[in-house]
Structure formats: structure tokens, C-alpha cells
């Protein structure tokens, strides 16, 4: 017996020894990410189905709200972060090695309104919730009133700060009539409103998150930075395949939990069917996008995009995808 106890607890020490050394061989990254909401199913994905692990990555990812994100990446705390490309672009023209190796899907901006506003005239002379200014969400209101007839001055702004969440809540309490937004919270939270226009439908350039880090990194680990590509190519693939729709329901409800299955089967529709297999960085896409920007932060007027963006790591892996 005594005999037998002491074969197992060799060949359990004997495994530990190889699982712990499996694990010092992987290169470990941490990766921040700005906040939850359904356009994170790429990142989730390719964590929780180990496509980071598979790909010789010990990945870490956490949620490092707005500014703290970018100064962590900066600092070399965070190998990688997933944020606001606009914010990204106005650090870059300001000095810092930023670069987008790829670009989320674009946010999608709508003007809510009241379910009982039904046409934007109704909304002169009334409170509508925007960003605080300077914000991507600010400047896109306005082009978007702009688009549907309505100068600043017909209508009153209240600028909420602190993200979605908070703009949301405002509509909700009915103290204004009308939020620029996406309708996401919306739908989860079951809130009544009306949408009036569309960013995407008006032509409006609305570029979403990018998959940032730096040049510095980027230089110094660039088979760790093509990995890390890799594996999010090998996630999106996983996730758009339909016959794993049920896995990627249970991932999305474990960080957006809801029982209504009418608000998953939207959330999966709109970020997961339409995910781009490789997605690219079009610059000229984003020269549009950062023009709404510029006349706040003149320094955006002389980002180089040939540095900052660098799509170079997707062409490789694509190419490696249609040579199997």
C-alpha cells in the first residue's frame, strides 16, 4: 500500500513538474481592455478557448478604463490594450510610440430618442445627453445633429461624462429628450426609445477600438506581438463558425449575463456574425474619422498614419492562412 502511495505521489509531482514547466514556457502579456460591452466577444473568446495558450501566450486580460488604459501601456504595464483609437491617435501626435496593430469594429452611434419623439423636429428647444467635450461620442453628436438639420444652438447640451452607462441612465430618468449613444444598454435594460438617425446609414466615419501597443514592444517581441495577432485571427474564427454559436452565448452570458434570449440572439448578430476575419486598419478611414477631431487638438493635423498604424502583422498572418 505504502508501496503504491508513494508511485502516485511520484508520477503527481513528475506532472506538476511538467505543467509548471509548460507554464514558464509561455511568454506572458497582460491586455487592458477600455470596458465591457458586447463588441468584447473577439477578446473573450480568444481567452477563455485557450487560442492565447495555444499560441505560446500566458495572456492576462483586464478591464483599464479610458486614459488609465493608454498611460499603463505607455508605462510598459500592459503589452497590449484595447481602447479608443481616437485617444490613441491624439497621444501618438503628441509624442508617444502608440501603434495600431488592428481596428475593432466600428461603435455604432445612433440618435435616441423618447419613445414618444418621432421626428427630430420635435427635439428643438430640448436636452440632449452627449459626451463631455472632446470626447469621440461629443463630436459625432454633433455631426450627426448637424446631418439631421439642427445647429448646436436649437438645441440644449448636457454634457455626462463616465461613459455609456451614464448617458443611459440619463435618458432613462427622462430629464432629456434625447441621447447619441449605441442601443445596446437599451435592449438589455428593456428602456422604450425611438431611433432617429444612424452614424453608419449617414456616411458618418465612425472608427471603433483599436489593438494598440508600442513601437518599443512591438520592435523588441515581435514574434510575441505576431502570436498575439494570430491568436485573435484563430478566436474571430472560432466564434463566427455556427456551430460554436451556443459556446459563445455561454461567454458572452458569463460578462453580460441576461435570461432574455431575444437581447443574446441581438448581441450575437450584431458583434459576432459580423466580425471581420482580419481586421484590418484603413487609413484613410481614420484620416476621415480623426478630421472630426482636429480643430480641438490641432497636434492630430501632424500624426503620421504610416507610424502609427501597422497592419503588417495581419498581412502575415493571412498570408500563413491561405498557404494552408
Known sequence: MLRTLFFVLVILSSASQVFSADNQRLDRIRFGYSSISGSRIALWVTSEMGFFSKNGLAAEAIVTPGIQGTQALIAGELQFYLGGVDSAALSASRGSDLVALATAEPIEYKLIAQPNITSVNELRGKKIVVDR??????????????????????????????????????????????????????????????????????????????????????????????RTVRAFVQGRRWAKDPKNRREVLRIYNRYLPSSDATFMDHMYRKNVAALPLYPYTNSDDLRIFLSYLMDANPTLRGLKLTEFVDNSFLTRVEQEDRKQ
Do not use: C, W
Not at 435594460?189 to 438617425?197: E, F, T
Not at 452614424?199 to 505576431?226: C, H, P, S, W
Open 133 to 226: 467635450v472632446g470626447g469621440t461620442s461629443y463630436y459625432i453628436s454633433l455631426q450627426i445633429l448637424e446631418k439631421v438639420g439642427l445647429k448646436t444652438g436649437d438645441v440644449e447640451l448636457v454634457q455626462v461624462g463616465g461613459g455609456g452607462s451614464q448617458r443611459v441612465a440619463a435618458f432613462k430618468s427622462g430629464l432629456v429628450a434625447a441621447v447619441v449613444t449605441s442601443p445596446d444598454r437599451f435592449e438589455q435594460l428593456k428602456i422604450p426609445y425611438h431611433v432617429l438617425a444612424d452614424a453608419m446609414e449617414m456616411g458618418i466615419k465612425v472608427m471603433g477600438n483599436a489593438y494598440l501597443t508600442t513601437r518599443r514592444f512591438r520592435d523588441q517581441n515581435k514574434d510575441v506581438v505576431l
